[in-house]
């Protein structure tokens, strides 16, 4: 299937050729009929699937071609997102395949002063990006209207609610017109996302993709047996070789990100942590630092992982191994994207090996040990 079978305009294939996307990922073929046809969506799927052009691309198309006979803007479409990261990243998306539709679009979030984005918002906008708190900020301080929105996004909703955006979620969604379209995305169905979901979908389409996280087969996975009191001293010891360039490092815990980024530090690491006790600017600090390499350890958690969007990453560590098997797929498939071939290396204490046993049995593949370590 190429974009020109999804009826996409010409200057919206434009945008992706410039993009070099080649062809649609699979969130984006199930999705875009379906939102062009005005119907409601949740869409099981989580970053890294391509899923924001899977609504922004047919959202655009449908604005851009309402706004000729108009002359003021008003929010059409509103998204939301749980951080600011990925709000950025929507509204950078937006901005590029939305280029030369003529559609207005910004990005308000919580953080920073609010003066700038109370100034850019009187242009007028088509699309909105928000972040829930400074949304319902500026709502009721009088500077947004959401009486012409007739798209709605809530994007990683299990993280909105992980994060404790409900509530503003319940009181942006009664100022809002009750005739409207809803795309509701989530990697996770949750009791209470499925509640919140069965209150806000009218007669939705069910889409549900995995993660184009690279398959496992692709992956060179291996394992340390190591004891918990000496995964420090083994993770300093693998990057004291040149092999790890850049690498994301997983712990369970926010409390255990930051222990291992201090330890790497004071080494002589560059490292940071992100997770979601984190200050938005810190979070973003961090994220800019791994992107441009200045740090090249980044520990994350597996919610905080989610917003990362980081090319060609050569290593992921499981620091700690997840409870859940599939978690573990998750976080091995943010290496070795497109097309270059990843390493995963887990680092195993005698009390995770049950965890491992899961995960060899999902994966269907005996993983390979590495024997030989100091540490073993
Ligand atoms: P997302 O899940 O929306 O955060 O997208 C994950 C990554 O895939 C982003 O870096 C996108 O730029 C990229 N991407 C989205 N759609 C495609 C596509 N059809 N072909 C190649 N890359 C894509």
């Known amino acids: 299937m190429t974009f020109k079978d999804l009826n996409l305009t010409t200057s919206l294939l434009q945008a992706l050729h410039k993009k070099g996307y080649l062809e649609p990922t699979p969130i984006q073929e199930q999705c875009i009929p379906h939102v062009l046809e005005g119907r409601d969506l949740f869409g099981g799927a989580q970053t890294g699937t391509g899923k924001t052009a899977a609504f922004a691309l047919p959202l655009i198309q449908i604005i851009a071609a309402k706004k000729s006979a108009q002359t003021h803007s008003s929010i059409k479409a509103l998204i939301l997102a749980p951080t600011r990261e990925l709000a950025l990243q929507i509204n950078d998306c937006i901005k590029a395949y939305g280029h030369g539709s003529g559609i207005k679009h910004t990005v308000i979030f919580g953080g920073v002063s609010q003066f700038h984005q109370v100034k850019d918002l009187r242009r007028g906008m088509d699309i909105l990006v928000a972040t829930p708190g400074r949304l319902l900020d500026l709502v009721q301080q009088g500077y947004i209207k959401l009486n012409a929105v007739e798209h709605l996004v809530l994007d990683e909703a299990d993280r909105m609610l992980d994060m404790g955006f409900i509530h503003d979620i319940k009181k942006i969604i009664a100022k809002l017109p009750a005739k409207k379209q809803t795309l509701f995305f989530s990697a996770t ?188």
């Not at 000496?230 to 690498?247: A, F, P, Q, S, Y």
Request: glycine share 6%; aromatic share 6%.
């Open 189 to 376: 169905l949750t009791p209470e996302i499925k509640k919140l979901s069965h209150t806000l979908l009218h007669d939705p389409v069910l889409v549900s993709v995995a993660p184009v996280s690279s398959s496992p087969d692709l992956i060179d996975q291996s394992i340390y047996y190591v004891k918990k009191e000496n995964k420090k001293l083994l993770l300093r010891h693998l990057l004291k070789g040149t092999d790890i360039e850049h690498v994301l490092v997983f712990t369970r815990t926010k409390h255990g990100a930051d222990k291992v980024a201090k330890d790497l530090n004071s080494n002589g690491i560059n490292a940071d942590a992100i997770h979601g006790n984190k200050s938005q600017g810190a979070r973003e600090k961090a994220m800019r630092g791994f992107k441009n390499k200045t740090i090249r350890v980044l520990v994350a958690t597996d919610i905080a992982s989610r917003g990362i969007d980081v090319r060609e990453l050569s290593h992921v560590i499981n620091y700690e191994i997840p409870e859940q098997a599939e978690t573990y797929v998750h976080r091995i498939g943010r290496t070795g994207r497109a097309g270059s071939q990843g390493k995963a290396f887990s680092f195993c204490a005698s009390e995770e090996r049950s965890y491992m046993k899961s995960i060899s049995k999902l994966i269907n593949k005996k993983i390979n040990v590495v024997e030989k370590h100091p540490f073993a």
